[in-house]
């Protein structure tokens, strides 16, 4: 593992991180600011393009996908 770059969590208090089950979206809880933002990974080199959009709900701290193997 190496590090690629620096991305903003584009929220306030930025609580977890957690790639989707086929590790092509990482998904930012944002504490704070009621938000859950996502950035697409590729998968290639490993940079995060963030998508533009912010999913509102109530202080989010955690991320469980169920149901994926």
């Known amino acids: 593992m190496r590090w ?3 991305s903003m969590a584009s929220g306030r208090s930025p609580a ?3 790639l989707g089950p086929f590790g092509t979206w990482l998904f930012v ?3 704070d600011s009621d938000s ?3 950035f697409r990974a590729d998968p ?3 940079t995060l393009s963030y998508h533009g959009e ?3 709900t109530g202080s989010p701290v955690c991320i469980i ?3 994926t193997t």
Do not use: M, S
């Open 16 to 18: 977890t991180f957690t």
């Open 4 to 6: 690629v770059a620096l």
């Open 44 to 46: 290639q080199t490993g």
């Open 29 to 31: 809880t944002n504490e």
């Open 36 to 38: 859950i933002v996502t």
């Open 65 to 67: 996908f169920a149901g």
């Open 54 to 56: 912010a999913t509102r």
